[in-house]
């Protein structure tokens, strides 16, 4: 099904560390399942989950857990961290701590023979959000065809985020040499691999006509909300999901799990486990860029916190220093318990990060500090933020509340904002701040911004 065909489907973006163990960069586990998941048939390929622009692997756990919930064992899931995941601005020219399409297409090969080797399967599938779709059709298109069985594009810029003269070597340039090279041909996919792509229905901030959303507003970009759809693809438009959603949100879920297994999932629900194992990578951002590279000496602890309060229930659960891979954990959880995770980590905020339970096990629960105190928050007595990491904010459409009201850090219209900031007066310091998503809901405590801390309500969902 191409681009002739528009199907509409209503719905509500490493070498250094290969060096130690492909276990740092490379995510999965092999934990054991509850007896409730059903068994998956030999037919379903082992999976690679590819994230975008300045990501990481964590991104895909609901994603993972419903794989889990649907018999997907993990030792034949992998999640991939790029060492530098964000994109230089020209593609030839170095960028400290940037990578190139060609690391990117490098590394998802490196992660493909691991799956490989793991699973012993000859060919894989590979599931890619945003920018990861970019390594995703580089990698098969220039020689590894006969290594993937299935490509599934979500949210992918496939057509560019803009179609410019100017910085034609950027890769998200659809004039430019890289879009062009991958686009080239009356089918604009690889035989031999079967693909998908799923996307917005207007409401993708990379695939829109005005250039506002790349910092040219009024400036007619070239491309449309059907950029992401490819020739002799199967091409789905899931509704009113943000660039994000489409690949994270339960409805891309199930056409992931669709189109790779042949078949409709058993459940979208995630089954819970009765022993939560929680560890992940502690990850930096050197000059202000976010990477994947790891950060040894930080200190992780967690704490039991109250749903209604944020208060702690008791000391810590778990306390760990990183070392040179980066990594923290394991910590043992009960799945109903909401969280507080603290961070510490040399030259960067103490980050206190307020999670809703995890229902799963998981080895990507990956931590970066939060980002530094400025200009903007002089004067604050505490600083709250608010992030979404698996899709935006989108007013009208999603109820967003912070201690009460609507951020004012969050637009209207079509779905920008990922993080919303509020700032609150010293005599604050120390009570509850309760945030709001849709049906999520998590409590925080406001820490004092003189002993340079900020408190994170991380959505899960």
Known sequence: MGLTRRTMLWGTGVLPLLAGSLASNL????MAQTASTPSVAADIPPVVFV????????LWITTLWRMESNGVPRERMLAINFTDPLARTDDKVEQPNRSSTEDQRRELGEAIKELQRRTGAPRIALVGNSR??????????NGGGADVSHAVLCGVPNHGVYDWDDGLNGEFNGRGPFLRGLNEGESEVTPGTAFLTLRSDGIDKFAQGDGRFVGKPGTPTGVTSDGPALKGATNLVLGALDHREVAFHPRAF?????????????????????????????????GGVQTNRPVSGATVEIYRA????????????????????????????????????????????????????????????????????????AGAGAVVLMSRPRGYFGLPRDVVLIDGKEPRDVKSGVPTDSTATLR??????????????????????????????????????
């Open 51 to 58: 994230h975008g622009n300045g990501d990481h692997a964590a």
């Open 306 to 377: 109250s749903a209604d309060s944020g208060e702690r229930l008791g000391g810590p659960i778990h306390s760990s220093q990183t070392g040179a891979d980066g990594r923290w954990g394991p910590a043992q959880v009960e799945p109903s318990w909401y969280l507080e995770i603290v961070l510490a980590s040399a030259g960067s905020p103490t980050t206190h990060i307020y999670r809703s339970p995890f229902s799963r096990s998981s080895d990507v629960v990956h931590l970066r500090a939060a980002r530094p105190l400025g200009p903007a928050d």
């Open 254 to 286: 199930r056409e992931i799990y669709k189109f790779i297994a042949g078949r409709e999932p058993s459940r979208i629900e995630i089954v819970p486990e009765a022993e939560v194992k929680l560890s992940g990578l502690v990850t930096g951002t050197p």
């Open 27 to 30: 995510s999965s586990s092999a």
């Open 132 to 141: 990861g779709g970019y390594s995703i059709r580089n990698y098969i298109r």
């Open 424 to 461: 609150l007066a010293a005599e604050d310091v120390g009570r509850p701040v309760v945030a709001i998503f849709n049906t999520e809901r998590i409590v925080t405590r406001a820490w004092p911004a003189s002993e340079n801390r900020i408190a994170v309500a991380e959505l899960t969902y």
